[in-house]
């Protein structure tokens, strides 16, 4: 069978599902990407796009977003049209909807099925505009929202099928498109995350490796910015280094900005938050760690004593079902996305996103008496092995929608016992 996968940041929430049916010599799998880098799992061909267009920086905020994607969109459908000038014909197309590209794939291939990836349809209320008031919305917010999801809109009659990762974010799209759609998380293999107690974290500055031994703290978002409470952890920070005077905080994550505006600062948000904080804060014990390998994540994640997980309400992160699956001990915003996954007292410790007090004094209980919390990780870990495992709960999902779109004769099939 000839598949298609569409994401310009390959794999992004394909990571598993591509690898998987790549370890199955019956599939042919293309990979239409912005990014150039090597395939995301042995036998997969990967095929790169640019944009045709790109919105000049004095065009008109209401319709900027849709012209990137517009340019995005056109940029696939060539890179598509050459691939079927080249022979190629996919029996399936697999892809995220958010930049446009699976706009004209069906003028490249009128009758093959599009499985679209539904990641969240921007609100005007009940998300992250106007969340926190240290970053009051725009006058123009409640419009320029509704303008970003004439994409989805787009969208919408291009798709066969559409699958969002969690109730919360499917919640967030109007009843046709849940309609239309079917909610599965992508699913982490929860069979390769676990705890490591042997786990060891060198650092540059430090004259022995971290250990489960040390006083360890971690943060971890793509990218530190407010919509990840970067600013509220830091917040936090001098009075749990105060309280803890043998603590390390460990923070993953780069200087860039993922979600909502740039801070416009010198340095980022990161550089705001030092300038902000000054000589409140030991400094000798932060460890701006960046973006690290994933597997240097799993095991600073394996020596936290406290990993703490911040977000406003929007998509929920990998990392933290991945933090769940290590059974790390989590202090988490009470937020919609992550109650959906977590309860408090239960698998994890609830606290206000906006209160950087109450998340210091949460942290520091939890690193004051580990052996009084110790019940939450392994229960978070059931809990991720039970709702998102990859394998055993997500993996049986997504490939019966896979093969109610498909005829017989290539239902894909899953291994017996």
């Excluded at 799993?298 to 929920?316: A, E, G, K």
């Excluded at 690193?367 to 939450?376: E, G, T, W």
Aim: with cysteine; net charge positive; proline share 9%.
């Amino acid at each position: 069978m000839n598949l298609l996968f569409v994401h310009q940041n390959m794999p992004g929430q394909y990571r598993e599902l591509v690898a998987w049916l790549a370890a199955r010599d019956r599939h042919r799998i293309v990979f239409l990407t912005q990014r150039a880098a090597p395939p995301p799992a042995p036998g997969v061909t990967v095929r790169t796009y640019r944009p045709h267009h790109s919105p000049a920086p004095e065009a008109y905020a209401l319709s900027r977003p849709f012209e990137a994607a517009m340019g995005t969109a056109y940029g696939a459908f060539l890179a598509a049209r050459a691939l079927k000038e080249e022979g190629f014909s996919p029996d399936l197309i697999l892809g995220h909807t958010g930049w446009g590209e699976l706009t004209f794939l069906k003028d490249v291939w009128p009758a093959v099925p599009i499985l679209g990836y539904w990641e969240y349809y921007y609100l005007a209320q009940g998300g992250p505009i106007g969340f926190d008031p240290e970053f009051p919305a725009a006058e123009a917010a409640p419009l320029t929202t509704r303008a970003r999801n004439a994409l989805n809109h787009l969208c919408l009659p291009v798709l066969d099928l559409g699958q969002c990762p969690t109730d919360w974010q499917m919640a967030t799209f109007p009843k046709p498109f849940r309609q239309a759609s079917y909610i599965c998380h992508d699913g982490i293999r929860t069979d390769r995350l676990g705890p490591n107690p042997s786990a060891a974290v060198p650092l540059a500055r430090l004259a022995r490796p971290l250990t489960r031994a040390d006083e360890v703290f971690t943060y971890m978002a793509r990218n530190m910015e407010p919509a990840r409470g970067f600013h509220i952890f830091m917040r936090a920070l001098p009075a749990i280094l105060e309280a803890r005077p043998a603590a390390r905080a460990l923070l993953i994550g780069g200087s860039e900005t993922s979600y909502g505006p740039a801070s416009g600062e010198s340095g980022g948000y990161r550089g705001r938050m030092e300038r902000e904080l000054g000589e409140r804060v030991d400094w000798s014990r932060v460890h701006f760690l960046g973006r690290v390998p994933y597997a240097d994540f799993q095991r600073i994640l394996s020596i936290s004593r406290c990993h703490v997980y911040l977000t406003v309400p929007f998509v929920l992160s990998w990392s933290l079902i991945e933090a769940m699956a290590m059974e790390a001990t989590i202090v988490a915003s009470d937020t919609a996305p992550v109650r959906e996954v977590l309860r408090h007292g239960k698998t994890a410790i609830l606290t206000d996103f906006l209160d950087p007090a109450a998340l210091a004094a949460r942290v520091v209980e939890v690193l004051a008496r580990p052996a009084d919390f110790a019940h939450l990780g392994p229960a978070a870990r059931r809990t991720a092995v039970a709702r998102y495992d990859f394998l055993t709960r997500t993996l049986p999902v997504h490939i019966e929608k896979i093969n109610g779109l498909l005829p017989r004769k290539l239902a894909i099939r899953l291994p017996s016992g």
